[in-house]
């Protein structure tokens, strides 16, 4: 360690931004406080039961047949359906009538095939019981909302 | 209350401390290039297409009613990738790297705007902040190339070196230095300054700062694990339940999920190991040697992630070892490999050897 670095000084600007931006890190990281990029760092935080309630968003076609939204090949801008599903319940009507509107339109551009409607069950999936390599027996559902196209949507 | 201050002078002594150039702009190099990675595939004009409906914003975003519009967008990621590659290159880092990361965080903001926050490039710009008005790029950079570490060797005119204040100059160790004539100093060989000493205060509390950044984030994903789910991650069946949910939820079985989730111990041992691993991350500032264990552990862990949950966390796994590794001290042990052994034998204090010193610009 060279001499003339021990006798520098900091400057008083670079010791004031060190403390504000540890301190607000610090108590973001303590107190699980989200102010985005600061972040309280809640990954996999909670403890995941062998019964996992959820959501699956499905459309309807003119035939009565539904099919799973596909969201895993749509583009990146819909692929946030587990969080928006989640928060389905605290939507208005209109509100959900736009999200459904927008999977509908993804579900036709995709397939070609025309939407009547989309549907929206809760489930209950135990992860615990296995056939083979995948989960069973196939999750319980139980029919949340209908939305069909052009219309606001109603209960079950 | 005196331990507590006497506590916190050492912490402001060890933050404070001189720091080498080289870590800082190895920090630079490594940190922009993740970023101009990250930036320039990152799905930000897609997400500007995202219906009105599904947008739920995050942090500043909820300033508007929905993603930004996909030409602006393409805009602001054009110029944040050039930038990034720019304060990468060391190119006018003062404006670029700052510019690189006020144009990411919008469109980085985008992705965690989908109704849960994203965390594999939160780390990256958490790093970059302390760097925004650091000194990056004096050394490693075009410009610390063109001239000596300011303020230490004062710019000679070809073939002479003007005469130093009295005090100013380093006595040299004898027998190492050509004797100048009078108020004529020969010039250097082309790429081989002297060394000057290197260190500065002025290089030492960014990288440091980055440092308790990185091991503050493992420790508080730790400590949330600890205050939400308590000794159930580690002793219930979580990681089970989560590795066969997320095995369910793709287009195949996943082998690497299964085969931990199909063995109870092998989970156990691994959720241990993960809260370990997070918890303990801290001791590597304290003990610098136990990054040899630290590092290669949070990178087999992102890995592990990514193989048996498909989840993409690769900017957290090279930012941890772009700042917990001493790049200089790397460069300096090659250097001396590559010159057959230990070169600094006799070299005058602060002086590396000559393969060194140009390394240093």
């Keep these: 360690m060279d001499r003339a670095a021990d006798r520098e000084r900091v400057p008083a600007w670079a010791r004031r931004f060190v403390a504000v931006y540890l301190a607000a890190f610090l108590v973001c990281g303590l107190l699980g406080f989200e102010a985005w990029p600061l972040t309280g760092w809640r990954l996999f935080a909670d403890a995941r039961q062998a019964r996992q309630p959820g959501w699956q968003a499905v459309t309807v076609d003119g035939a009565g047949r539904e099919t799973p939204v596909p969201f895993r090949v749509l583009p990146a801008g819909l692929q946030g359906e587990v969080q928006v599903l989640k928060g389905f319940p605290d939507l208005s009507p209109g509100e959900r009538a736009a999200v459904c509107q927008a999977w509908a339109d993804a579900a036709e551009r995709r397939s070609g095939g025309r939407v009547a409607a989309v549907r929206v069950y809760r489930t209950e999936t135990d992860v615990s019981h296995r056939v083979g390599e995948r989960g069973a027996p196939p999750p319980v559902r139980t029919l949340y909302w209908t939305c069909p196209q052009g219309g606001a949507g109603a209960p079950g | ?361």
């Design chain 2, 1 to 361: 209350m005196r331990r507590a201050e006497t506590l916190l002078a050492r912490l402001e002594g060890w933050v404070f401390a001189p720091g080498d150039p080289r870590r800082l702009a190895a920090l630079r190099i490594g940190l922009s290039a993740i970023l101009a990675v990250r930036l320039a595939t990152g799905p930000y004009v897609e997400l500007a297409g995202q219906p009105a409906a599904l947008f739920r914003p995050i942090s500043f975003l909820r300033l508007l009613d929905a993603m930004p519009p996909p030409g602006l967008v393409a805009v602001v990621q054009v110029l944040a990738v050039a930038a990034a590659v720019l304060a990468a290159a060391g190119v006018a880092a003062r404006v670029t790297l700052p510019l690189a990361w006020a144009a990411a965080v919008p469109l980085i903001a985008m992705t965690s705007s989908l109704g849960k926050t994203a965390h594999n490039d939160v780390l990256l710009l958490l790093c970059l902040v302390p760097l925004l008005p650091a000194p990056t790029a004096e050394a490693w950079s075009p410009a610390a190339r063109r001239r000596p570490a300011p303020g230490r060797w004062p710019a000679p005119a070809p073939g002479r070196w003007p005469a130093p204040a009295p005090g100013r100059w380093p006595a040299p160790a004898p027998g190492r230095w050509p004797a100048p004539a009078p108020g004529r100093w020969p010039a250097p060989a082309p790429g081989r300054w002297p060394a000057p000493a290197p260190t500065s205060r002025r290089y030492g509390w960014p990288v440091r700062t980055v440092l308790v950044v990185v091991a503050g984030a493992y420790f508080f994903s730790g400590l949330a694990k600890l205050l939400h789910a308590g000794p159930a991650w580690v002793a219930s069946g979580n990681l089970r339940w989560a590795l066969y949910a997320s095995s369910d939820a793709q287009p195949h079985p996943n082998p690497a999920a299964l085969l931990v989730a199909d063995r109870p111990w092998l989970a156990h041992l691994l959720a241990a190991a993960t809260l370990l691993v997070e918890l303990g991350f801290p001791l590597v500032l304290w003990r610098p040697r136990l990054a040899w264990l630290f590092v290669p552990a949070a990178v087999a862990f992102h890995a592990g992630i990514w193989m048996a949950m498909r989840l993409d966390y690769w900017p957290m796994a090279a930012t941890v070892l772009v700042v917990m590794v001493d790049w200089p001290a790397l460069a300096d042990r090659l250097a001396r490999r590559g010159a057959g052994g230990p070169a600094v034998a006799g070299a005058p204090s602060g002086e590396r050897p000559a393969s060194s010193a140009a390394d240093r610009r």
